[in-house]
């Protein structure tokens, strides 16, 4: 992050109603620019330092052909059906010796109901994750499982929501805290993980 300290190109692809993006800019001096294929999503989106892109990066335009020193894909791969071709797509984007930043959500055996009404195609482990990002180009400088804090509420959520069928209710009550207390006791213990 030291090449970052002052870096004014950085593209958030998937950036959605722009939550990430505003935590960055709140905790940093970066620049990010935001893109996204979701109209609805980008229209809730509040102003930022960077610009905001209604914008498919399948469509390369040639304006952001190897514009950024760094990119953020944070809870977007999961979504891509081939991952090949879409890394590809986030390479055009990205300047020679750039950085990527990928978040996915970990461990297979608990993708749920939960992941197919929010559209994940799939959970990834450090082995998955390695055969996708190295063939696509990549170094890997660092890898690493984080929200282990998490794991029994994943379980938990995966064993509810077997027989629902996917739908908004199961995205809502999949991301809804269990309680004001409880929520408070993960988010410490997360805070003490971090």
Request: with cysteine; charged share 25%.
């Amino acid at each position: 992050t030291r090449r970052l300290k002052n870096a004014r190109s950085l593209l958030e692809i998937g950036c959605g109603s722009g939550v990430l993006r505003h935590q960055l800019e709140a905790a940093t001096s970066w620049v990010i620019d935001g893109a996204d294929i979701n109209m609805e999503a980008l229209k809730r989106a509040g102003p930022a330092r960077g610009e905001t892109y209604f914008y498919d990066i399948f469509n390369r335009c040639q304006e952001f052909a190897g514009s950024y020193h760094a990119i953020i894909l944070f809870d977007v791969l999961e979504h891509a059906v081939d991952e090949k071709p879409f890394l590809d797509a986030v390479k055009f984007h990205l300047k020679k010796g750039g950085l990527l930043f990928i978040n996915v959500p970990a461990v297979q055996g608990l993708y749920s109901r939960y992941d197919e009404a929010v559209g994940h195609v799939r959970r990834y482990d450090k082995k998955m994750m390695a055969k996708v990002i190295g063939p696509a180009g990549f170094q890997i400088m660092s890898m690493r499982y984080w929200g282990f804090a998490m794991l029994p509420l994943l379980l938990m959520r995966k064993v509810l929501a077997k027989n629902a069928a996917p739908s908004e209710e199961t995205i809502r009550r999949g991301f809804e805290p269990p309680g004001n207390a409880t929520n408070g006791i993960m988010k410490t213990i997360m805070g003490l993980e971090t």
